[in-house]
């Protein structure tokens, strides 16, 4: 594999740096240390501009080309954020922080841009100007779009935004993508219950919410088996229910949550429309009453044709092309780059991480080997995208 041999010279010091946000775990928009460590590094390394703030906690870097003629701007996102899950992977660097951990790889992300960014400052071979973006609450807090509507976009130029991020299963060395959507659109659904209150010998006295709830939770399966076509994708999962406190009384108030996750924006509107109209029809047939609240989350994860034909090339040139898959199968949960691409032209891609535990898994830990994959696949894109005019 052409991986840029400047990374080896430093990947002692790329694994520290992984290693040092790995113990250190911040959620969401309160990554004040990780933050702060990633625009000292910035600075360190001589690039032109480092801004923080942007989004609340997020942190820009803007590199200068040896040449700027080209005026493109080309920018590279990795999030910073971590979750609130318990660690038992093991390792001697595993989380300080209790019920805090890196536990879908945002750790190596950070760190596979900051090493590119080292290397883009050092050299400056590139004609125009690259933006690197370090990213807080992509777990759920839509850091995306708030680096966004702080003027992420308008206030550095950026013509075009690109993400990578590291996928369990698939072996080191490989890269996938797809032209379109990649990731899903995810809601989530709360519904508030209310019946009539009863003892538990007296159940004809009252409206039961368990048995309403487990009619509700089983007629949600039908919005998918029975209202998608089957070649398309959809998700409904009803992951909580909080009914009663005792064993003798049926409660008046219950509630249940779950979550939607779709491709397609009518699939979207479809899945949405079922859910209140069984919902309510269910409850309503036992007496009860719902109240449902819908909240639409993260849109699709929408890849750029031009861009991702453009990335799939890149990861070519590092790892040869056949180890590329440019027809990756869509998977169903969220990422919050999708604002990005919403905003500007761009592409998502995955890299192998290898036979690991997966994401949000407790006893997972990103795999050091891959950094240099992500460190030259960045510096390669930057360079191929904003190239020096010959000699």
């Known amino acids: 594999m052409p991986i840029v041999n400047r990374f080896a010279d430093f990947q002692p010091d790329l694994i520290a740096w992984r290693r040092d946000f790995h113990r250190n775990p911040e959620l969401l928009y309160e990554v004040h240390r990780t933050a702060a460590s990633v625009a000292t590094r910035l600075r360190s390394f001589g690039v032109d501009e480092v801004v923080t703030g942007i989004g609340r906690t997020g942190v820009v870097g803007v590199i200068r080309g040896r040449l700027t003629a080209s005026k493109r701007v080309i920018a590279l996102r990795a999030d910073m954020d971590a979750l609130p899950i318990a660690e038992t992977s093991g390792q001697p660097y595993a989380s300080q922080i209790p019920g805090v951990m890196h536990a879908c790889g945002h750790d190596g992300h950070t760190t596979m841009l900051l090493g590119a960014a080292r290397y883009l400052a050092e050299t400056r071979n590139f004609d125009g100007t690259a933006v690197v973006i370090f990213q807080p609450a992509e777990e759920g807090g839509a850091g995306g779009k708030a680096m966004i509507e702080d003027g992420l976009m308008d206030r550095f130029g950026i013509e075009e935004v690109y993400g990578l991020h590291n996928m369990p299963g698939m072996p080191v060395g490989l890269f996938g993508t797809r032209p379109g959507p990649l990731l899903a659109a995810t809601d989530e659904v709360t519904i508030k219950l209310t019946g009539r209150g009863a003892h538990a010998a007296r159940p004809h006295a009252g409206v ?146 290898g036979d690991t535990p997966g994401l949000h898994n407790p006893a997972y830990d990103f795999n050091d080997e891959i950094i240099p994959l992500g460190c030259s696949y960045w510096v390669k894109l930057v360079e191929t995208a904003m190239p020096l005019p010959a000699q």
Not at 217 to 233: C, F, H, M, W
Not at 246 to 261: D, F, K, Q, S
Not at 275 to 298: C, H, M, P, Q, W
């Open 208 to 353: 039961d919410l368990v048995l309403t709830a487990a009619a509700i939770v089983q007629g949600l399966q039908s919005v998918v088996a029975r209202n998608v076509d089957p070649l398309e994708s959809a998700v409904v999962s009803m992951t909580k229910i909080h009914i009663g406190d005792a064993y003798n009384v049926i409660a008046e108030t219950g509630e249940l949550a779950g979550t939607v996750r779709t491709l397609k924006p009518e699939l979207r509107d479809l899945v949405e429309d079922r859910v209140k109209v069984l919902v309510s029809g269910i409850a309503a047939a036992f007496g009860a009453t719902a109240d449902i609240r819908y909240r639409r989350n993260y849109p699709v994860t929408r890849n750029h044709a031009a861009q991702t034909a453009f990335a799939a090339e890149v990861a070519g040139d590092v790892v040869g092309k056949g180890n590329v898959d440019t027809a990756t199968t869509p998977i169903m949960g969220g990422e919050d780059f999708s604002y990005m691409l919403e905003a500007r032209p761009g592409a998502f891609m995955f890299v192998g991480q």
